[in-house]
């Protein structure tokens, strides 16, 4: 019996101690796919991979979406 509450109780203090990625409901981006902008197309196929309203080809920084 205090097998079972020892084990119990180590149970109890990790499950404290998961880490949890910072955006837990996304997968992880797999490499070359990143979404910089989050709109589900992966910047290497995006036209506006900032989401600023200027396409990549007309934004001196397509990856900042402060600047044009």
Known sequence: MKTLI????ACAAL?????VPYDSGRPPPRAGYADR???GVPN???????NDGVPNRYDRRPDN???Y
Do not use: F, Q, S, T
């Open 65 to 67: 979406p402060y600047r």
């Open 37 to 39: 902008d989050r709109d």
């Open 15 to 19: 499950a404290g101690c998961v880490a």
């Open 44 to 50: 290497r196929y995006d036209r506006d991979r900032d």
């Open 6 to 9: 020892a084990l119990l109780a």
